[in-house]
């Protein structure tokens, strides 16, 4: 119950079923492939919009909106980003400053092994 | 296959009228745009001529985009620096196989090649006085090996190949090359021994395309997929070595394939040696630390051919880990965690996604993965293609290769790192060269016959052959029996037989698979993007370069560079080059090993002929830079 705001697509109304003044959508979704029933009092229909994606025979998509971007559950993703590759960092103003390469690869000298080393990998040898 | 031709001359008429085949003219044609492609595609632009470069990917993604070593040249940046050394170092890394004159031009053109990218705008990594920064790599040394390490290694951060592959991309589109991307070379146009261009099919569309050029450039890279572990992308299967051999030339020193030892299982992404050098060891399926068996004092330190048959022994004798037992592990989690994020930073991500293994905590799948193709086609310095005949080397006209593709040969038995990069645009460029110094653009349209309905040219067997698949799959004329076989891409899973002893077994194997390509059958009918088409086509292609590789391998007993055997496992060259040649008996020519292996199939039956040529052994100019007589390698 409540208002509901979500952004659904390649959903379907399969049918509707009003009684009692209370208004039943039973909706298809194809990504999932899952019947959903959403119930909406009939008083409040007058503000029930109906938008969405209508492919026609043509073909094509006719939008009359824009599709509304999808809002995450408020307050758990607020974990700030962490840094992905923590290993192998630049070097400030790209320039090693044991070898003072600049422009050079990042983290320790790669051939340190006699290969040529990267991460783990081996890239040429 | 019989009934295939004969019904293939029924099919031939409708192929001309049913299918439509599209005719182009230039001056020169280059099949595959990796480094050395686009090198020699827009060297030719540069020149004068009217240029297509076909190629089956877009220009950038070929495999050239994956090299994240360096290149090597003689620039003296670090330290004085002659391009003499360079030129040792190469033949000594080569085994003895390289042929001189090869490697002199290419050691020599370095320094001017490594300058031209840079005028390109290839950002190479710099000193702080601005010149090209100079690392140590790929066993390069000072004065003929007396003088100690050399820096000769050029990078540009990462993502050297990827950086070169773009700039030579960027700078072809100065010129106006026609590229035709996305179109698959089926094979060359022979006529009378001389090769007049190359008939493609356009994937898009599923149309055939005539490329009719005097001058034919294959740069179509090597074949690392042939192997069920490999480094190489799903695109690299030996296109253009299964062109010339279809076309009846010869292909060179095919059963030299580089290896890595510690490969990881599945991905193809390769283990640094560091690893090991930290500290990490092999273990088989009994958890027993196996390379203390096959080397006793170095253990698991021992050079890379040796680690890599002590792993494929183990897994041939049935102690491997896994369901098939086919590979084995490499344990670093009995190494503090701290020590390996400090000395190897990455490891942990690297084994993570390509393994999905922690490895502070469980074992790193791997097996020896093939890193590179030594053989390919044969060529001369100048990058035209030869055939041997009679002791001599004989040019044959309008088909030129170079880069992977190519066997010119400058890498012998083993590459040193860092100068594969390095051959692509030295030679890449010395097929532009040699093109225009032989003929002028536009000069002497070829007189071309028209394709009569019922024979194609000789040679160009390989159209009628591939329509025959085509039609199969289109329209179902053919009434042959075709049974269901597994996926193509599957067939051509194999492992190194590097353990000689099953080199017999493994060419038996070899012929029975060849045999059941007969069998294969396209689901595919459609003409718009027919992938399993093409996959069928580069199964065809792995399968010729397989069953080349795996005969000459087999007859070449002695071990000498990649090519290592248990049964055979000292090189055999004309004279004991560990002792004084004074007074020993030169061997003849059929007697020793340091030559180059050619060999022919016959497409037909999956027979591989073997002949042999010998070793260029002198320079270009002796009195600028002498031959290298060879001597026993060691490091």
């Known amino acids: 119950e409540g208002y509901v705001n979500e952004a659904r697509q390649t959903t379907f109304v399969i049918y509707v079923i009003y009684e009692k003044n209370v208004v039943f959508f039973v909706l298809f979704s194809a990504a999932d492939m899952s019947l959903v029933r959403f119930r909406a009092s009939a008083s409040r229909l007058q503000s029930l919009v109906f938008t969405g994606c209508s492919r026609g025979v043509s073909g094509a998509v006719k939008d009359k909106e824009p599709l509304k971007k999808a809002k995450t559950p408020q307050g758990r993703f607020d974990i700030p980003e962490e840094k992905t590759n923590p290993v192998l960092e630049k070097f400030p103003d790209d320039v090693n400053p044991v070898t003072k390469e600049k422009g050079g690869p990042r983290g320790p000298e790669p051939t340190r092994y006699g290969d040529w080393e990267r991460k783990g990998r081996c890239v040429d040898f | ?336 965690p701290q020590q390996l994020a400090t000395r190897l930073p990455g490891i942990s991500e690297t084994a993570m996604i390509f393994a999905g293994v922690d490895v502070t905590k469980e074992p790193i799948p791997v097996l020896p993965t093939v890193h590179y193709n030594m053989g390919g086609i044969p060529t001369n310095y100048k990058g035209q293609v030869i055939t041997h005949t009679n002791g001599n080397d004989k040019v044959v006209p309008g088909l030129y290769a170079c880069g992977e593709a190519a066997c010119a040969s400058v890498h012998g038995a083993n590459r040193l790192g860092a100068n594969s990069l390095l051959d692509l645009v030295v030679f890449g460029r010395a097929c532009a060269l040699t093109i225009a110094e032989e003929h002028k653009p536009d000069k002497g349209k070829i007189r071309w016959h028209r394709l009569r309905r019922d024979r194609t040219p000789s040679g160009s067997s390989g159209p009628v052959h591939i329509t025959c698949l085509l039609h199969c799959s289109l329209w179902c004329l053919c009434c042959l029996p075709r049974r269901e076989t597994v996926p193509p891409d599957a067939q051509c899973r194999r492992r190194v037989c590097g353990q000689p002893g099953q080199a017999e077994e493994g060419c038996d194997k070899m012929d029975d698979i060849y045999q059941s390509l007969d069998d294969i059958k396209t689901f595919d009918r459609g003409i718009v993007w027919n992938t399993d088409l093409v996959e069928s086509l580069e199964l065809q292609n792995l399968m010729l370069n397989a069953v080349q590789t795996i005969y000459s391998a087999e007859q070449r007993k002695e071990s000498r560079g990649a090519h290592a055997r248990e049964d055979f496992k000292d090189r055999v060259d004309e004279y004991d080059f560990s002792k004084p040649t004074q007074g020993q008996e030169k061997k003849p020519f059929e007697q020793h090993w340091r030559k180059h292996t050619m060999s022919y199939v016959d497409p037909k039956t999956g027979k591989v002929s073997l002949e042999y040529r010998p070793v260029i052994d002198h320079s270009l100019d002796e009195q600028d830079c002498a031959h290298i007589p060879p001597a026993i390698r060691s490091y």
């Open chain 2, 1 to 336: 296959m019989a009934s295939v031709c004969a019904a293939s001359r029924l099919l031939s008429k409708r192929i001309s009228t049913q299918y439509p085949v599209v005719d182009h003219e230039f001056d020169a044609v280059v099949v595959g745009a990796g480094g050395a492609g686009l090198r020699a595609a827009f060297g030719l632009s540069e020149a004068g001529f009217n240029t297509a470069c076909v190629t089956k990917l877009f220009p950038t993604r070929s495999h050239t985009v994956a090299a994240q070593g360096g290149i090597n040249a003689a620039l003296g940046n670090m330290e004085g620096d002659d391009w003499r050394w360079h030129f040792y170092d190469t033949v000594k890394g080569s085994d003895w196989l390289g042929d001189q004159d090869a490697i002199h031009y290419m050691t020599e053109q370095a320094p001017a090649a490594v300058v031209e990218l840079e005028n390109f705008g290839m950002p190479f990594s710099r000193t702080e006085d601005g010149k090209i920064y100079q690392r140590a790599f790929g066993g390069q040394s000072l004065k003929f090996g007396k003088g100690g390490q050399a820096h000769r290694c050029c990078c540009v951060a990462d993502r050297t190949g990827h950086s070169l592959l773009h700039t030579l991309y960027g700078r072809s589109l100065r010129y106006d090359t026609s590229y035709f991307v996305e179109y698959f070379a089926l094979d060359l146009l022979m006529e009378n021994g001389e090769c007049k261009g190359v008939i493609a099919l356009c994937m898009e569309d599923g149309s055939i395309h005539r490329f009719r050029s005097q001058n034919t450039v294959i740069a179509t890279g090597g074949y690392g997929r042939t192997y069920f572990s490999c480094t190489s992308a799903h695109t690299s299967t030996g296109d253009g070595n299964a062109m010339v051999t279809r076309a009846g030339l010869p292909c060179q020193d095919l059963e030299f394939v580089q290896f890595h030892p510690t490969g990881i299982y599945g991905a193809g992404c390769l283990i640094t040696e560091g690893c090991r050098g930290e500290g990490g060891i092999l273990i088989n399926s009994e958890g027993e630390r196996f390379m203390e068996r096959y080397a006793p004092n170095a253990k698991d330190l021992a050079s890379r051919d040796v680690v890599s048959r002590s792993m494929t022994i183990e897994i041939r004798e049935g102690r491997g880990v896994g369901p098939e037992k086919d590979h084995v592990y490499l344990q670093l989690h009995h190494l503090p």
